[in-house]
Each structure stands twice: as structure tokens, then as C-alpha cells.
Nanobody, 123 residues
Framework: QVQLVESGGGLVQPGGSLRLSCAASGNIGSINAMDWYRQAPGKERELVAGVTGGGVTNYADSVKGRFTISRDNAKNTVYLQMNNLKPEDTAVYYC?????????????????WGQGTQVTVSS
């Protein structure tokens, strides 16, 4: 079964750091674009950062200079390093990715979401 699994969330004080991980598991053939989204209570889900299959990155203005997205293709994992965290960064963080995978001898591509990991920034 192909899935994305996030980890690394938690409670941190303002100014602190966290690193989120998103690991793709299953019979993965390729990982193309990968993105991190977040959703705060009462707000819509928003794109935080993304990385293309070629390694080109993009960030929301609100996190530029503080967050860094990276990928380790050998481990089928994408990371989000979050520094200088602020209370307004509090949200559930989700990874989203376009994956190529094999199932029953066939090759497929599809978009997947992880289950989310909670990040709380509070003193």
C-alpha cells in the first residue's frame, strides 16, 4: 500500500525549531513534486513550501527565510526545516506528493496526502 507518513510535529516555544519528515512507503517507482501544506483551526489549507522533481523550491511569503524544504530521493523522504517559529505557524501540517508506483504488475501515478502532524508554537 502506497502512503505518505509525516512525523516530527510537536509543541515548541516561539523562536524554536522543528523538522518535519514525510516518508513515502510502498512499491514506489518515482517521487515527483512534493509539497507541504498547513491548516490552522477555522482557516483554509494553504501551501507552505514545495519542491519539484528537479529540486526547484518555492515558499509562501509568510515562511520565506525561516523554512527550508529538502528531499532525499534515496530515502523517499521530504523534509521541512522550520526555524524561528511563530505562534501563527500553529497548524496541522500535511505533505502532498505526486508518486509513481507499481501495483499488480502495472505502473501508476497518483497524488497522495499524508495524515498530518500537529505543530503548536506557544510559550
Amino acid at each position: 500500500q502506497v502512503q505518505l507518513v509525516e512525523s516530527g510535529g510537536g509543541l515548541v516555544q516561539p523562536g524554536g525549531s522543528l523538522r518535519l519528515s514525510c516518508a513515502a512507503s510502498g512499491n514506489i517507482g518515482s517521487i515527483n513534486a512534493m509539497d507541504w501544506y498547513r491548516q490552522a483551526p477555522g482557516k483554509e489549507r494553504e501551501l507552505v513550501a514545495g519542491v519539484t522533481g528537479g529540486g526547484v523550491t518555492n515558499y509562501a511569503d509568510s515562511v520565506k527565510g525561516r523554512f527550508t524544504i529538502s528531499r532525499d530521493n534515496a530515502k523517499n523522504t521530504v523534509y521541512l526545516q522550520m526555524n524561528n517559529l511563530k505562534p501563527e505557524d500553529t497548524a496541522v501540517y500535511y505533505c502532498n506528493g505526486d508518486l509513481g508506483y507499481r501495483s499488480s504488475g502495472e505502473y501508476y501515478t497518483a497524488n497522495f496526502w499524508g495524515q498530518g502532524t500537529q505543530v503548536t508554537v506557544s510559550s
